[in-house]
């Protein structure tokens, strides 16, 4: 049952990462992110009353907080690479970054995957190197050279994303089964007045265009029920097994990326997408 509330999760985290990068082109990233991560907040004290009694202590509470401000800046930086670069680049390379941190904490925590489980690690890599690579040769001129610019900034924020998100991942799964939602409640209480607040002092503006509200509203919605769906399968799963089947993500951010934007890959680019998958599906194994 664990397996496939990860995969669930992973489909909400891949579709939510699309809508928040989508929207993310059209409005400030402080914006985006404050107002997608109180929608989700509204949407989990909404569920809280259907939910069993629960009983949290205080590492609960500190394990959601450090997950809340891993997460919303991983978020935030993810939602950035995403509206600057390629969705289907942005996305393997965050998860497979993500992936990473949770396994080899796991097994400083007693788990112990087989050999393949190491190699997937090295493919992912692998995998990262070659998403990395530029599309198509393009000429110096200032345009073509702002675009690569903007290319190579997306794929740094993604590599620090991926870091960052991996640490949510472990925070999240450091929390006992009789929390509830609770470090949930923590996370994104937390999540939410870090950037409301950052946005305070530094004059950001925290408008989001009305066309686009909706469709930020959904991809907070979606967030916050991958992270539940997460949350519950590593109550009865190993972790290692959990994240990674989590980290399946961009295979939904992917195809709607291709559906809707039509992005277009590179062969070496396609090789490193699939790389990725291989490589996650390896860990998991």
Known sequence: MFA?????????????????????????????????QFAGLVLLFLMLPLLPDSAP????????????????????????????GIMAVVAPTTAVCAVVIPVLAAVVLGERPEAVTFAGIALAMVAIALVSQSSHPE????????????????????????????????????TSDRAGLWPLVAARIVSVALFAGTAFLTSQSLRVPSGIRTTVVAGG??????????????????????VTLASLYPASTVLLARVVL???LSRLQWLGVVCAMVAVAMIVR
């Open 4 to 36: 496939v509330l990860a995969l669930a999760s992973a489909v909400c985290y891949g579709a939510a990462d699309f809508l928040g990068g989508l929207t993310s082109k059209r409005a400030s990233t402080f914006a985006i992110v404050v107002l997608s």
């Open 57 to 84: 202590v205080r590492a609960d509470y500190l394990w959601g907080a450090l997950a809340g401000l891993t997460g919303g800046v991983g978020v935030a930086l993810l939602y950035r690479a995403l509206a600057i």
């Open 139 to 174: 000429p110096n001129d200032d345009g073509r050279e702002q675009k690569t610019g903007a290319r190579g900034s997306a794929f740094s924020l993604a590599l620090l994303s991926g870091v960052v998100i991996g640490f949510f991942y472990l925070a999240l799964a450091r």
């Open 221 to 242: 919605a979606l967030d916050m029920l991958a992270n539940f769906l997460y949350l519950i399968a590593t109550r009865s799963g190993p972790l290692s097994v959990v």
């Open 262 to 264: 039509h992005e277009r």
